[in-house]
């Protein structure tokens, strides 16, 4: 199957604040009685949302990708260097075995699952929630994606709550 990539302009969404969105502090209380309406612990809710404000430079930052303002010519020259493609081959070889499980579980060729692994940014590499979670938390305020970083901030909230990873991790 063969996909067309081509840049895409995506629109801004609303600003924080905006007329139509809740205040953060009500936003944050309703997010925060949902989780615990899921069965969250409460204390575990309120440790990974304490001391919370929009962090305006985490939309700026993903309205911005280069994957959403670049062409793909563009895109690829600057994201598909000898480097990465060297390092794309060594950790295929170091992982193979695993990835051929998962590959094979998943119906996913792991060839492909070493190509979007290696599109993560380096600074994401094993950050953890205790960095994802400021970025979800903002990112499912601020509307555009608000579903998609809703999921991700529960997911993670179910996964600092079952003891998985210590919130400052």
Do not use: N
Request: hydrophobic share 45%; with cysteine.
């Amino acid at each position: 199957m063969l996909v067309a990539l081509a840049p895409v302009r995506v629109p801004s969404g609303q600003a924080a604040g905006a007329p139509d969105r809740p205040p953060f502090a009500d936003w944050l209380a309703d997010l925060r009685g949902e989780a615990v309406a899921r069965g969250l612990s409460p204390e575990v809710v309120d440790a990974a949302l304490a001391g919370l404000a929009p962090l305006d430079v985490v939309v700026e930052r993903d309205r911005t990708q280069a994957e959403f303002t670049l062409t793909l010519d563009a895109y690829l020259a600057r994201r598909l260097t000898r480097t990465t493609i060297r390092t794309a081959r060594r950790e295929y070889e170091r992982h193979r075995p695993l990835l051929e499980r998962v590959g094979r579980a998943y119906g996913v060729a792991p060839a492909v699952l070493v190509a979007v692994w290696g599109s993560s940014p380096p600074s994401g590499g094993s950050a953890g929630c205790g960095r994802r979670l400021p970025r979800w938390r903002r990112s499912a305020y601020e509307g555009r994606r608000e579903a998609f970083f809703r999921a991700q901030l529960f997911d993670a909230l179910t996964i600092l709550d079952r003891g998985d990873i210590e919130p400052a991790r």
